[in-house]
């Protein structure tokens, strides 16, 4: 019987899966272990922890540049693993470039060593990112596999969420026993691991690797360095000395000025494409436009919600767990003393003088501002609270992918033999709407919270992440399937990085979008901003459904 099984999972899957899963696995322990406590990092006084000290506006909008142009640069890094690089050279190279960025970030204090440290990290991630999403797919490109396609991209999705599920708890452990500098080691160690991992697998692979051969018609390098590499870079130099801020700050302004040349060469791949591949290189920019503002709103877990994790959510350790987490440094402690603390603002901004100086006064640490009066009661005499440390809340959306991959898995299967399953098209839109539906937890938390006046349960966040865990499991992995499935063969790590840049698009909207935080007083209405951008995207995403389902009918899918 045990034979039996392993036939036939043998027949479902590749043997090459496992591998790329435990190399995505450990690269996605690192990045998300930097996006958990970047934020947390950049705006913690200096002085202090060792943090950067820098304005929350200021953290939102590098957090989101940075973010950004990591899914940016694999438009160029998959057109170079598809012409020149060939995949496996290109994942070597961005998985080591990555692993040096991330020690940089634990090496390095200085500002321009810090964003040196970044410029790898983004460089690496377009190499690697468009690279070994696009591997998985050739691996599902032949029989027995191919009906499988869209499951294959929802276990390696799955292998993506147990690094970002981990990752946070070593965060926490690292930062509180070590520092900060320590944490950001950590995940370039992971990065290396994924490396070896990847090294070990690769025999499983090596044969669906192989560029494609060049073909009459196809862009050439020298065209994309041109026509769209060096423009961007002329446009965001533009955008970042022009006189006044259009969209804000000068780093916005650079990333949106620079993208114009990259989606206008997208754009001109749809009106030079043969006939034959016109209606799937169309269907895909479809795709790509409304899956934007999925990113907008979901990548707020590290603004936004972060924000609110750590001063608007009661953060406190149940006392029977106090000890033992303490052991295992997952919790930070705070004193109730009266002590010399920073200033903050109603908004919880830290103030400072006119020479950037953390101003500071006597009182009690900023987390207990709004606790409610029983909690101020029950601490009076207490030395010592132990919280979770924030990042840990970055933990509970992986935690539901892990958790609710099996079951949307399941869920699609049992349709596909019930021969009812929704083509990828219709999963992505209801993705979106479900995703809206998220933003209405957190206007109900608001409320719950009295707009901030007390401290809210963290089970507010739990919920609110699993209903956009769902939008997510329906969207994120369908994306990739998508692409895989319907892009030319010629030019599929291309049109991979054609969804990174969609993604790249709507990480920056996520940081222009949380940096309005603070022009709201009442919280409610920013997230119901966020919920009325992804109805809209479901709109649109309902007006080009029956066409984008009738070409996927129409390639064979």
């Known amino acids: ?142 029989e027995p596999y191919k009906a499988n396609k869209d499951s294959g991209y929802n276990i390696f999705y799955m292998g993506i969420n147990i690094g970002a599920f981990i990752c946070n708890i070593i965060a926490a452990f690292m930062r509180n026993k070590f520092g900060w500098g320590e944490a950001f080691i950590t995940a370039g160690v992971g990065m290396l691991i994924g490396m070896v991992i990847f090294t070990i697998g690769r025999k499983h692979y090596i044969h669906a690797a192989q560029m494609k051969p060049v073909q009459e018609g196809d862009t050439k390098l020298s065209e994309i360095l041109i026509k769209v590499f060096v423009p961007a870079i002329i446009a965001g130099a533009i955008g970042w000395f022009i006189p006044d801020n259009i969209f804000g700050s000068d780093s916005t302004d650079a990333f949106i000025f620079a993208c114009i040349p990259v989606i206008y060469f997208y754009a001109s791949l749809y009106f030079k494409a043969k006939p034959e591949e016109k209606s799937s290189i169309g269907a895909l920019l479809s795709v790509f436009l409304i899956s934007m503002f999925f990113w907008a709103v979901f990548k707020q877990n590290g603004t936004a919600l972060t924000r609110w994790a750590n001063y608007y959510t009661d953060r406190s350790v149940p006392a029977s767990l106090e000890k033992p987490l303490e052991g295992i440094y997952m ?48 601490l009076e005499g207490t030395q010592k609270v132990y919280l979770y440390n924030t990042e840990l809340f970055q933990s509970i959306n992986p935690f539901w992918v892990i958790a609710l991959t099996p079951v949307i898995v399941g869920f699609w299967a049992m349709l596909r033999r019930k021969g009812k399953e929704p083509l990828t098209p219709t999963k992505i839109v209801l993705g979106l709407f479900i995703s809206a539906l998220s933003c209405l937890v957190m206007v109900l ?32 992995p369908m994306g990739l399937s998508f692409v895989s499935k319907l892009s030319p063969a010629r030019i599929t790590a291309l049109m991979m990085g054609g969804f990174f840049l969609a993604n790249s698009v709507g990480n920056k909207l996520s940081g222009i979008l949380a940096s309005t935080w603070y022009s709201y007083e009442n919280k409610t209405n920013y997230f119901l901003v966020n919920f009325a951008l992804l109805i809209f995207a479901t709109l649109l995403g309902l007006s080009m459904l029956k066409r984008l389902n009738k070409i996927m009918k129409e390639k064979g899918h």
């Open 331 to 378: 919790v930070e402690a705070k004193s109730y003393e009266d002590k010399e603390v920073p200033v903050y603002d109603n908004q919880f901004r830290a103030q400072k003088d006119e020479n950037g100086t953390p101003l500071k006064r006597t009182g009690k640490d900023v987390y207990f501002e709004n606790i409610s009066d029983l909690d101020r009661k029950t």
């Open 445 to 476: 938390a608001v409320m719950n919270g009295d707009n901030g006046a007390v401290k809210v349960s963290p089970l507010w966040l739990v919920a609110s992440y699993g209903v956009i865990t769902i939008g997510e499991l329906c969207l994120s």
């Open 1 to 142: 019987m045990g034979n039996l099984k392993i036939d036939y999972m043998k027949t479902k899957h590749p043997k090459g899966l496992p591998y790329l899963f435990f190399t995505e696995m450990w690269e996605r322990f690192g990045y998300y272990l930097i996006l958990g406590i970047f934020v947390l990092y950049v705006i913690e006084p200096s002085g202090m922890k060792g943090g950067l000290g820098l304005p929350d506006k200021t953290a939102d909008d590098i957090f989101g540049t940075y973010i950004a142009l990591t899914y940016l640069t694999p438009f160029i890094g998959g057109f170079l693993a598809d012409r020149v690089l060939g995949y496996i050279k290109s994942i070597y190279l961005g998985g080591f470039l990555m692993a040096a960025g991330y020690i940089g970030m634990g090496v390095f204090k200085e500002l321009p060593l810090f964003y040196t440290s970044l410029a790898l990290i983004i460089i690496g991630n377009g190499f690697f990112k468009p690279t070994i999403s696009t591997l998985l797919g050739n691996l599902y490109s032949e």
